[in-house]
């Protein structure tokens, strides 16, 4: 019996030891390493529309080469009321592909990005840089995001900084057979593969392999016109619980203006009687202007 134990604990663990890839740095392709200052090992984007939202999971492992690097190994995560994070989770390896940390969630910076010229926004960004002692080094990490809507969809960048190469990468988006979208390659070098996943959902697939970096010069042109990019827009829609449905630009105005923004020109009486009162005893226009904007100015934190 105590044999039996024995071999089962082996074959267990060696089990594991085989589920963990191996990121070892001398691993990679030696022609993924000219210009490159990162090499993406293994990223996965699964996009799926569902009960009127959108949820994405992302999971990524980048190796960064050098110092010229560490600003693509920057972990940068957008959110607000509507879109919703969870689960953000991380590991480090060494050269060798020895597990040497973890992170999560608690290590992240958490800062207001509301712009500069806004008088409000719930906009807000969580942001991680590994601290790292030595190159090369890999970091994978993983989230999870539910969007309140099904219009904004994200673009897919496989490679979104020059200096980035790509081992593989791969993006699904999965909605029910009847959810019309309409999709753009840009520099796609990857064919879109159509299926039909576990839970009956339709999927449009793309995947890339060894895509060497683009080499980071001064003065290039902007990414979006030499790297990949995937864009996709939906027929029917909701978005701040109004639907909605457009095949051109024109029909997405027109639901802007006659949905979206119907009767927002026209502010509340209380919302006007509490303009005045901040503003009571001033004069100037500009001096009014000023103090509720300063007033504006001083967001909570979401």
Known sequence: ????????????????????????????????LPYASAVMRDQSTYTEIRDNNTYYHIKTAITVLN?????????????????????????????????????????????DASADYSLFEDSRVK??????????????????IRSKQTLNIRDWKPNPYPGLAVEKSSYTFACKPDFVIRYKEINMPAKMVTGTNKDGLKTYTWQLNNLKAARNEPY????????????????????AGISGSFTNWNELGRWNYDKLLANRQILPQATIDQVKSMTAGITDIKQK??????????????
């Open 1 to 32: 019996m105590r044999k039996f134990f024995t071999l089962l604990f082996l074959l267990t663990t060696a089990a594991r030891i085989n589920a963990q890839t191996n990121y070892a740095v001398s691993l990679i392709a030696k022609d993924l």
């Open 67 to 111: 110092k010229n690097g560490d600003d693509l190994a920057h972990i940068v995560v957008w959110y607000d009321k509507s879109n919703i994070i969870k689960g953000i989770k991380g590991t480090v390896y060494d050269e060798y592909g020895k597990l040497s940390g973890k992170f999560s969630e608690k290590n992240f910076s958490d800062e």
């Open 220 to 239: 290039s042109p902007i990414r979006d016109t030499y790297l990949s990019t995937v864009k996709i827009a939906p027929k029917d829609f909701i978005y």
């Open 289 to 302: 202007a000023k103090k509720y904007t300063n007033i504006c100015r001083a967001k909570p934190a979401i």
């Open 127 to 144: 942001h991680f840089i590994p601290s790292i002692g030595s190159y090369p080094y890999t970091i994978e990490y993983e989230y999870d």
